[in-house]
């Protein structure tokens, strides 16, 4: 298996593409490095199941491994006991709780109601910014989608955020990090946020502390991750390509994967020897398609993936959710199900229907110790102290137990853990809090049947559908991978990654290069004029028309440095607003030129999906949208290892 990492340098970036042997490398180098008496290591994972893995192979306990929450909420909370930090937590947020404190609004409202009746003030009592700072003895990781910033309870996104500005107000805090370890790595780089980068690579500054990150760029497909920190990477660190053995999929797999790289210094070795060549198959209708229960089939669209799990309405009620939240995505949070979920209703919903199975299979020892590490359970029903006690407890989780099986809605079971009081009643109000603050959600997802959360559970749990969006995904001996476009979201142009591919004129740095330049214009261009470019409507454009025109000049001027690629696929758009400058043409180039970022996520899919592949993969195309292209495509394809199959004519 994979050999160790070899880090020698302080700051080292780990090209790891996917079956690369990532956590096997890992794993030797930390119990290598632990061998040495002064040496302490911090080891950051994307998930839980990424830690738990890792601890497997791990000699040493002292290690510590974790997710970023799970590290800074542990690292940040004697901290959050200092009086300088709490202060700076309302200087920080003063916006945000100078509209809550001034807010008409019913909600808000009661909010400061029942803040001003738990700390005895009276009524008619006017709460200012400091009865809140002096009300507050230390702030908290409170580990909800939500930061109550009236009683100092951080959020998910806000600890990460707050916790960067208290190390960059307080720099010496930043010393703690470093003197405690001697080695940071960090897995899974491309997906980590660049302010967590930065945080680390600061903590690592004028010190020994070594830095190393993991990952491999050809699976980053969230937008503005690692994009701030990229120009830190390419000056400062040392990158490693050692691992260029593939331990996961057999040669034939890996000969394709070679050669839909971007890169072909990271060619990789095939440890498995080669048998039957990955097949694409050109088709009419992927409706037609026979598909084994024993493929993991891979979708574009997570509706789809969703409603062949049964859990469509799931599905919908968080679309309404998250459709206009920054941080996180439907597909995001419902692709992680885990009690560390970003969203508090996923996370209870999680906690019971493990504890029903774990009741249900009479595994009472892991049962206790997931009662009794939930932070959110009810200590006064867990404080066992006689044979009276455990009847008790028994008894509250079987009412769980049979209130799962039952047909109930997500409503009906949220009643009924407030009387059941396996879960503090306090969790339980703020989750229903937080749903009743958003009415549309509330509508949708009081109506879902819990068996709906419960398929989409058990399907994650043993997957037999995914989407390619799942990048973390694990291998999987038959893989069938359905190319499809999407629209806006997620922005997926695959079959104009196909056509340029099969053409020849699929550069990735190129293209990467062309697309940050257009971004960047982007947004200074929403920066000047002061409102997104899908809010823009007719009269926006006659207040803006110089600076329209000059944005779309400097789009074109990027995209034409291609000249084969402009004529073919963007002189129409851009030859109309120069024709007829108005808002539609406008929004067309735009539109237009999305279809770059949309290309390259197409390509990044594709690989990802392709490399979940253990032996055997299928790859279908739809015949319609290859028409133009056709003869290109399949001599393209062939080159590249696939066995093209054409069930028609």
Known sequence: MAEGLIISEQYTIVNAPAGSGKTTALSKSINDLMLTANNSILCITYTNRAAEQLKEKIINESVQIGTIHSFIGSFMRAFFKLRPIVNYFYEFFDENITKILDSKSEGEIAKLNKYKERYGLKEDYILTKQTLIENTVCLEYGETQFTSFLYGSLSHDDLLIFSKAVLEKFPKLNKTISQRFSHIFIDEYQDTNSEILELFYNACLNSDTKLVLLGDEMQQIYKDRVEDFQEVINRHFVRDNSLNNNWRSQGNIVKLLN????????????????????????????????ISSEVLQLVLYNSDLFKALKAYNLFNAYNEKYKVFDKYNTKEILLNLTVDSPDDLITLLVFIVEISDL????????????????????????????????????????????????????????????????????????????????????NKIYEVKLNEFINCYREMKNPKFSTQHAVKGEGYDHVALKVSDGNSSPNVKMYLYLELLSKGLFNYEDFSNMNKEIRTSNKSFNKSIGKKISQFKASDYKQYEDECTDFIDNIKRNIIVNKRFYEEFFAG????????????????????????????????????????????????????????????????MEEHNFEVVCSVG
């Open 259 to 290: 050669n839909l790289y971007c890169d072909p210094s990271y060619k990789q070795h095939p440890q498995i020897s080669a048998e039957e060549k990955p097949r694409l198959l050109i088709v009419d209708d992927f409706s037609e398609m026979e």
């Open 359 to 442: 009741f249900d299979n009479k595994q009472f020892a892991q049962l206790i110790q997931k009662v009794t590490s939930f932070k959110f359970a009810n200590k006064e029903i867990w404080n066992i102290k006689s044979h009276s006690d455990k009847t008790k407890v028994a008894f509250y989780i079987n009412e769980i137990s049979q209130q799962v099986k039952k047909d109930i809605t997500i409503e009906e079971l949220l009643n009924f853990l407030r009387d059941n009081e396996i879960v503090d009643t306090y969790y339980i109000d703020m989750v229903i809090g937080h749903i009743e603050e958003e009415s549309n959600f509330k």
């Open 573 to 636: 758009e851009f030859s109309k607003f120069e024709d007829k400058p108005n808002v539609t043409n406008f929004k067309n180039c735009i539109k237009a030129a999305n279809r770059i970022d949309g290309m390259l996520l197409a390509y990044k899919l594709l690989y990802v999906g392709c490399s979940r592949a253990k032996k055997n993969l299928d790859v279908y195309v739809k015949s319609s949208s290859i028409i133009h292209f056709r003869r290109e495509f399949i001599s393209s």
